[in-house]
Nanobody
């Protein structure tokens, strides 16, 4: 599976963005697709994840209530909508797909497929 993340950019505090992750290749119905982010000098953190078949979602505390992950199975694309952006949201955002059986709480090292990342910068 190859992933292409897009939609990042420069946004002011309080603004919104919608990130897209387009997958070429099959995503198994039992897989999970997730968004992570990594700020300079920090670890890669899980933000949100969606189970491909059920559409069930999970969110990190840091983005709960101001983010929404969704999928378009027909387009093999996952989206992350983020609202009320803050300077601490500045990071490179990555999408990832799990192996055949995924968990929405899995850490980064359990995801074998990654996109190249898209930079999100939130100005204060």
């Amino acid at each position: 599976v190859q992933l292409q993340a897009s939609g990042g950019g420069l946004v002011q505090t309080g603004g919104s963005l919608r990130l897209s992750c387009a997958a070429s290749g099959p995503i198994y119905s039992t897989s999970v697709v997730a968004w992570f982010r990594q700020a300079p000098g920090k670890e890669r953190d899980l933000l949100a994840a969606i189970s491909w078949r059920s559409g069930r979602t999970s969110y990190a505390d840091s983005v709960t209530g101001r983010s929404r992950i969704s999928r378009d199975a027909a387009e093999n694309t996952v989206y992350l909508r983020m609202n009320n952006l803050k300077p601490e949201d500045t990071a490179v955002y990555y999408c990832a797909v799990s192996d055949v059986y995924g968990s929405r709480s899995a850490p980064p090292n359990e995801y074998p497929y990654w996109g190249k990342g898209t930079q999100v910068t939130v100005s204060s």
